[in-house]
């Protein structure tokens, strides 16, 4: 929360993008409303922005808008879950998880059928942490379980999802946005990731591959 | 364990708790406890409910008090309307008046009367004919706001916004008070093409800037166009 502002004004310097835009997508869920931060400046009350967040949101909707419409493009940034099945073979088929992954998924939760939205998330958020080494394979069955049993509590709240490790003994958090946490000095945070973020990435490539 | 979704009907002075029902109508004064969700409401007289409210279609002609949130399709007011918390809607037109503890979000809203509002108002289309005072953001596509008394918004965005006043002669009441003369005032206005008149605002920023009769304004910004009534006061505009 160290983030830097950005006035509304420097912001649409900055992007060409014009106040009717701004406030439609605010309309549209588009840009969520803790984003806009009033502060008084020296010309009276300002709307400021989080910098990094606004301007890489921006330069997403202005890259995407032309092929989805404003309401689908708010579905992609919705924290929630979409409704959305996929068999293990439309998985792979669309490069969305390897088989390794898959594997590790269905070892740990003897899952069987097509997949909904948030399992694929869990295959996907394993995919990713053992695409980058960061686990074995035997700390992704515990992560697939702590995402089966406590992800759904966020209900459609962004949460993050936390890895540590002390003198070799991996654990994995999931917590709720921006809360802080502090760890004693032998505690090694391995991964911090903000499931709102990966949501979005998957729901980009699920929507790549189909339709 | 398919149950058939059955209709209330309160005649009279009537009291009954909430539920599911297909049908809810009230002739004369109903109170009504629980949650109710139900595809059409409509009351003719008095409604009070102490809880949320959900339905297609609403129709109050009366009055009606409702303490929870309200979703709802088609909405329609004649008469007078206080909700305590955040409605939503697809439709909203009222006649008469229309006074919301916490803020409002819908497509299209038509108002012939008073609006007031605690906190932000959303939508794609906003018609006002009448009196608006809105605390928060007023957000919408396309404001059209045809002023009658004394209008207030702490915010307003949009892409087009028309502010103009009912009527051009003055009206009697105007002349021997000021303070209830046709006028709004807001803080900030931004948009992309905006027409005021009669307006009292400390910044209007937009791409095509139209300053009619009577404004105030401490700063307009603008990018494309800007244009200003000889019988307005603009302390600075400046082009960017």
């Given at each position: 929360m160290n983030d830097e502002l950005i006035s509304k004004k420097e912001l649409l310097d900055l992007t060409g993008i014009s106040y009717g835009q701004l406030y439609r997508w605010k309309r549209k869920s588009l840009?969520?409303?803790?984003?806009?931060i009033r502060k008084s400046s020296f010309t009276g009350q300002e709307t400021f922005f989080p910098k990094d967040k606004i301007l890489s949101r921006i330069d997403k909707i202005l890259n995407m808008k032309d092929g989805l419409s404003l309401d689908e493009l708010a579905d992609v940034f919705s924290p929630s879950l979409k409704e959305i099945s996929l068999t293990a073979e439309q998985l792979l088929e669309r490069n969305i998880v390897t088989s390794i992954a898959l594997d590790v998924y269905l070892k740990a939760s003897r899952h069987e059928g097509s997949f909904m939205f948030e399992k694929i998330l869990s295959v996907f958020v394993l995919e990713r942490l053992l695409q980058s080494g960061d686990i074995s394979m035997e700390e992704g069955r515990l992560l697939v379980q702590t995402l089966t049993e406590?992800?759904?509590?966020?209900?459609g709240r962004d949460c993050e999802l936390l890895l540590i490790r002390k003198m070799g003994v991996a654990a994995f958090i999931l917590m709720s946005k921006n809360s802080e946490i502090y760890f004693d000095r032998?505690?090694?945070?391995v991964v911090r990731l903000s499931m709102a973020q990966v949501t979005e990435e998957l729901k980009l490539k699920i929507g790549e591959g189909g339709e | 364990m398919e149950q058939s979704i059955r209709d209330m009907k309160l005649n009279g002075v009537g009291q009954a708790a909430g539920g599911r029902y297909k049908r809810v109508q009230i002739d004369g004064i109903g109170t009504i406890g629980g949650e109710v969700h139900c595809e059409e409401l409509l009351c003719n007289g008095q409604l009070k409910l102490n809880a949320p409210l959900t339905a297609e279609q609403i129709t109050i002609n009366g009055t009606g008090k409702i303490t929870g949130p309200v979703h709802s399709g088609d909405f329609r007011t004649d008469g007078m309307l206080n909700i305590e918390e955040e409605v939503r809607f697809d439709k909203l037109v009222i006649n008469g008046m229309f006074k919301c503890g916490a803020g409002a979000r819908g497509e299209h809203a038509e108002i012939y009367g008073t609006l007031k509002l605690k906190k932000d108002l959303q939508c794609e289309i906003l018609e006002v004919w009448g009196n608006l005072q809105v605390e928060g953001l007023l957000n919408a596509g396309t404001i059209r706001l045809e002023m009658i008394g004394k209008c207030k918004a702490r915010e307003i965005g949009g892409e087009h916004i028309i502010i103009r006043k009912r009527g051009t002669a003055p009206k009697l009441l105007e002349l021997f008070s000021g303070?209830?003369?046709s006028r709004l005032t807001a803080d900030v206005i931004e948009g992309d093409d905006i027409e005021l008149e009669h307006t009292k605002a400390r910044i209007v920023r937009g791409s095509r800037v139209r300053i009619g009769p009577g404004c105030e304004i401490d700063y307009v910004e603008y990018k494309d166009t800007y244009e200003a009534d000889p019988k307005s006061d603009v302390s600075q505009a400046k082009h960017i």
């Open positions: 840009i969520p409303e803790e984003w806009f406590h992800y759904p509590a966020f209900a032998g505690v090694k945070v | 303070k209830l003369a």
